[in-house]
DNA sequence: ACTAAATGTAAAGTATTTTTGATATAAATG
DNA sequence: CATTTATATCAAAAATACTTTACATTTAGT
């Protein structure tokens, strides 16, 4: 699994912290997926994705070990 | 989070059991996911989102508890 | 260079997901 | 009806996601 939230977040503009509160999770778990620390659940994906206005698909991309 | 696997299921006319197959997990998970007991990783939910050709948004949906 | 904001990281704990194995019920088919 | 196939469920363990607190590092602006 790799995402792409850096960069959409650059394309928002906002930091780790504000995509935390939009979708009410703690900073770190915004770190640590953005670096591909761990695979969030699905109800994360999707509120990112709403954040984002993306498709879950466009954010989050399945690689060959998944 | 609700879904509608059972739907996409029988779209494609394939039982739990081959979809616990084509997406590697086990028969109990996809009966437990199917019937909103929790929410899956965004790996099974893109693998679903796959195997039925559909966006994931089109599978699982955001509720007001989320 | 100094400062503040943003990001990275770590440890410890809680919560949730996923697996395995076993069993039960339901539905479909001969 | 009897048998097979599909689905539901349960309990316990393993793995993974997420939180909190705290501190270190990087980045950007002045």
């Known amino acids: ?5 850096r960069v ?4 928002k503009n906002i930091t ?8 009410q999770v ?3 778990t915004i770190n640590t997926i953005e670096s591909g620390k761990y695979v969030p659940s699905t109800v994360l994906a999707l509120k990112m994705a709403r ?3 993306k498709p879950v698909e ?5 690689e060959d070990g998944d």
Chains 1, 2 share one sequence.
Do not use: C, G, T, W
């Not at 699994?1 to 939230?5: A, D, G, T």
């Not at 466009?58 to 399945?62: A, H, K, S, W, Y």
């Open 1 to 5: 699994m790799k995402n792409n939230i």
């Open 8 to 11: 959409q977040r650059a394309i």
């Open 16 to 23: 780790q912290a504000e995509l935390a509160d939009l979708i």
């Open 26 to 28: 703690s900073r770190q």
């Open 51 to 53: 954040v984002f206005d």
């Open 58 to 62: 466009e954010i989050f991309e399945l």
